[in-house]
């Protein structure tokens, strides 16, 4: 076919087919060969109708390729980028060479360098270790454009002018300053961006199983809990140097405890256990698809239900959850027994709740809801695969 500039050009163009497959443990990027489809092939349209059939480029999810000027990956992979850095560093360093004037060099790493740098980076999500090489070969750079050792502290060289330092922010420094700038920007617009930011971040506050805003949760201990996205990064990068993210309580939703003595099932596991068994129970609970005690005790609130100790999800226990929440497949069964000796550690082998749950509060927000609806005048329950049926009683007969 046609577009504004005329025929298209098969050369330039490519696609992803972008699929998961669950290893057991997490998921992963199926392979092409393992989506068992075809290679896309189109015939371009020519003014003559010889076109012939042509086969576009098909990359795998972590193949990175140029994109508005960013090499981006689907998985997220920074390598490529990072690959490209360092072929801008060497075209720097030789424009350097052919520099003699100091004020010019410094004004070529100000104005040219770092902003072939930033620009590609702010869609990427680069830890300090990824950026280190570069940085290194750009100290030593720098320090000569300023006239000393290289050797020189590079604490010195980095920190801000009002601490006695050099005021040269690192190359990881500005790449999380401008990311930030960017994300306040589009969380202030109402644009699609900020719904996609949001929605982003309500999945991993459904991984975290706080009722706290992950923003104030250590990254330390809790990073390693969610799935790594661009936000992610940002609350990681941000908490290391001292950064808090805060949220107006409208603007940001987290889940709130229904009932008297509630409390989030992830505030009481972080007591018992940390590393990988911390992971584990968090995924369990995931693949269940609650949050809070209330949401696995019996409505009596004395005692949690051996549906939900036995790994079952809501409709084994007659109820259902109101949130879209990230799929999880077949855990190992040695991670359900330690979601078992968890609640055990927690309430007991009988699984009875030390502090019943008490009433219900008013306007709650009730994500897990038991399976209860009207017909007419009947009242329809669903247990697991079955429906029951309560007629009204007349108590005059």
Not at 78 to 103: A, F, P
Request: include cysteine; hydrophobic fraction near 40%; proline fraction near 5%.
């Amino acid at each position: 076919f046609f577009t504004a500039g005329g025929a298209l050009n098969v050369k330039k163009c490519f696609y992803y087919l972008v699929g998961f497959i669950w290893t057991g443990t997490e998921w992963r990027y199926r392979t092409n060969s393992e989506m068992e489809v075809d290679q896309i092939v189109i015939t371009p349209t020519t003014l003559d109708n010889t076109g012939t059939e042509q086969s576009v480029h098909w990359y795998e999810a972590n193949e990175a390729q140029r994109t508005l000027g960013s090499f981006l990956a689907p998985d997220g992979s920074c390598m490529k980028q990072l690959e490209v850095l360092r072929g801008k560093l060497c075209d720097w360093q030789q424009c350097l060479r052919n520099l003699t004037n100091v004020q010019a060099k410094w004004l070529s790493f100000c104005t040219v360098f770092m902003k072939k740098c930033m620009y590609p980076l702010i869609g990427h999500s680069c830890s300090h270790a990824d950026l280190h090489p570069i940085q290194q070969v750009v100290d030593r750079e720098v320090l000569h454009l300023l006239g000393l050792n290289e050797h020189f502290p590079r604490a010195a060289l980095h920190a801000p002018m009002g601490y006695g330092g050099m005021g040269c922010v690192s190359i990881h420094g500005q790449h999380v300053i401008e990311k930030l700038i960017l994300f306040v920007h589009h969380m202030r617009e109402g644009s699609q961006m900020r719904e996609t930011l949001t929605a982003s971040m309500g999945i991993t506050q459904l991984e975290s199983g706080s009722h706290l805003p992950f923003f104030d949760l250590p990254a330390s201990k809790w990073y390693r809990l969610v799935t790594p996205t661009w936000v992610t990064h940002i609350w990681r990068e941000c908490q290391s140097n001292g950064i808090d993210i805060k949220f107006h309580p409208l603007e940001f939703w987290v889940p709130k405890p229904v009932r008297e003595n509630d409390e989030c099932i992830m505030t009481v596991a972080p007591r018992l256990y940390d590393g990988e068994s911390l992971r584990r129970i968090n995924m369990c609970r995931i693949a269940i698809k609650v949050i809070f005690l209330s949401d696995i005790a019996a409505v009596d609130g004395r005692k949690i239900l051996y549906g939900y100790y036995n790994g079952n999800e809501h409709q084994m226990s007659g109820r259902r959850s109101c949130l879209n929440w990230p799929p999880v497949g077949e855990l190992p069964a040695s991670w359900w027994s330690l979601w078992q000796e968890f609640l055990c550690r927690w309430c007991g082998t009988a699984l009875h709740i030390a502090s019943p749950l008490g009433g219900w509060f008013a306007n709650a927000e009730m994500l897990t809801q038991c399976c209860f609806f009207m017909h007419g005048r009947r009242l329809i329950m669903q247990h697991a695969d079955t429906f029951y049926e309560f007629p009204p009683v007349n108590y005059r007969a």
